[in-house]
């Protein structure tokens, strides 16, 4: 990696202050009961290596969006309980993230000590990469590492604005793994390489598809997207999702996947949905919705597709078991729903048993892994969607950028 990283500067942490953003974001129930610490222990290997050089710690963070007042419900205080359990230390919590007395607790740390400060979102500065916050933030720490890759494809003070007041800015070990991976679907990757893309919108994903299609060798579709490109083909696709004004869109993308020999595979075949009238919650009435196979193209006026069919499944695991590298982002149906993770569960469980290299780019496709319980059999999920996607749409991002060159 052409960025200094948490390694190349392992030498020079002894009795440094060390300011570290960390992606904290974690999930909380009503109760303000972290309900996954993954992004936690995510940190936890950069973390480590920090105490065990005998630096001082800073780590900052955010938490929810605050939309920069103090909220109390967005505290990281939760946070810091949770992270002393994970590391067996304490560490210590100051309650803002700026400010003399904050200040103060950074320079009153011993080597090895660390400690977490407060929501840094409590402070509109903060999204708005504002220079003096960016400064005062940097005054707390004489060397700078990122180790969040999720908020990597943000400007904020704490990603980017730092990086101009700390003389040595790294890569952590989890920014430096996501990089690594992502980076080489994009450089190298092993021949033949499909992408998988789904979810809701093509709109989403238009940059993704423009830039993949230098590099893959085809891109199956699934999810609600499909239902856009199979318009666009002329088929009939009911009340299924679809954004009419992308269906030219989707259209072009058809045909310059033609011009450039990408295989652009579709469903052909659907589970499809007729949901109950009346208003209410799209999820709910979804549960309690008449729903059957259709095996064909065409979906009837009143039905909307909400999961590809079984012989899709077989066509694109067919496609999976002979592929070297996958990339995979967005689900093949609403997996939520039981009935209608088949799909999904079907491309995940194709994708572990290819012995190819597989990379997941977070947001849904990592929940659904999750609910599966298949995350551990895929080579790399990442930590952060919008920032894979970013990254895989050839978009430089503000935090790697920022960081010092070697």
Do not use: H
């Given at each position: 990696m052409a960025k200094l990283t948490i390694e190349d500067i392992s030498g020079e942490l002894k009795g440094k202050k060390v300011l570290m953003r960390v992606d904290f974001n974690v999930p909380l129930d009503a109760?303000?009961?972290?309900?996954?610490?993954?992004r936690i222990s995510a940190s936890l290997p950069s973390i480590k290596f920090v105490i065990e050089k005998g630096g001082k710690l800073i780590l900052m963070s955010h938490l929810g969006?605050?939309?920069?007042?103090?909220?109390?419900?967005?505290?990281l205080d939760v946070v810091v309980v949770k992270l002393s359990e994970l590391l067996g230390k304490p560490v210590k919590f100051a309650h803002d993230c700026i400010g003399d007395e904050v200040k103060?607790?950074?320079?009153?740390?011993?080597?090895?000590?660390?400690?977490?400060?407060?929501?840094?979102?409590?402070?509109?500065?903060?999204?708005g990469n504002d220079p003096e916050f960016s400064k005062k933030l940097a005054s707390l720490g004489e060397i700078y590492i990122n180790d969040a890759f999720g908020t990597a494809h943000r400007a904020h003070a704490s990603t980017a604005g730092v990086c101009k007041?700390?003389?040595?800015?790294?890569?952590?070990?989890?920014?430096?793994?996501?990089?690594?991976?992502?980076g080489k679907l994009l450089s190298?990757?092993?021949?033949?390489?499909?992408?998988?893309?789904?979810?809701?919108?093509?709109?989403?994903?238009?940059?993704?598809?423009?830039?993949?299609?230098?590099?893959?060798?085809?891109?199956?579709?699934?999810g609600g997207m499909a239902y856009t490109f199979l318009k666009a083909k002329g088929r009939q696709i009911g009340d299924s999702l679809c954004e009419n004004d992308k269906v030219n869109t989707a259209k072009e993308i058809l045909k310059k996947a033609l011009d450039k020999n990408v295989s652009i595979y579709l469903p052909i075949d659907h589970i499809v949905a007729k949901l109950p009238q009346g208003?209410?919650?799209?999820?709910?009435?979804?549960?309690?919705?008449?729903?059957?196979?259709?095996?064909?193209?065409?979906?009837?006026d009143g039905w909307e597709g909400v999961d590809i069919g079984k012989n899709t499944i077989e066509k694109?695991?067919?496609?999976?078991?002979?592929?070297?590298?996958?990339?995979?982002?967005?689900?093949?149906?609403?997996?939520?729903?039981?009935?209608?993770?088949?799909?999904?569960?079907?491309?995940?469980q194709a994708m572990a048993a290819s012995g190819a290299v597989t990379v997941v780019g977070g947001g849904d496709s990592a929940s659904a892994l999750k609910k599966l319980k298949l995350t551990d059999k895929m080579t790399h999920v990442?930590?952060?969607?919008?920032?894979?996607?970013?990254?895989?749409?050839?978009i430089e991002l503000p935090g790697v950028a920022a960081l010092t060159d070697k």
């Open positions: 109760n303000r009961v972290i309900t996954s610490d993954k969006r605050p939309k920069g007042k103090k909220t109390p419900e967005f505290s103060k607790m950074a320079d009153s740390l011993n080597d090895g000590d660390v400690m977490l400060l407060e929501n840094l979102r409590f402070y509109k500065e903060e999204e007041y700390i003389k040595k800015c790294a890569a952590g070990f989890l920014m430096e793994k996501e990089l690594k991976f992502l190298k990757p092993e021949k033949p390489f499909i992408a998988i893309l789904g979810g809701a919108k093509v709109s989403d994903k238009i940059m993704v598809i423009e830039n993949l299609l230098n590099i893959v060798d085809g891109i199956i579709i699934g208003d209410g919650d799209f999820m709910e009435k979804l549960k309690k919705a008449e729903y059957k196979e259709v095996l064909v193209d065409d979906i009837d694109f695991s067919n496609v999976i078991a002979k592929s070297k590298t996958i990339f995979w982002n967005g689900p093949m149906g609403v997996f939520e729903v039981d009935q209608f993770s088949k799909g999904t569960l079907g491309i995940a990442s930590t952060g969607g919008g920032a894979s996607m970013e990254f895989m749409e050839g």
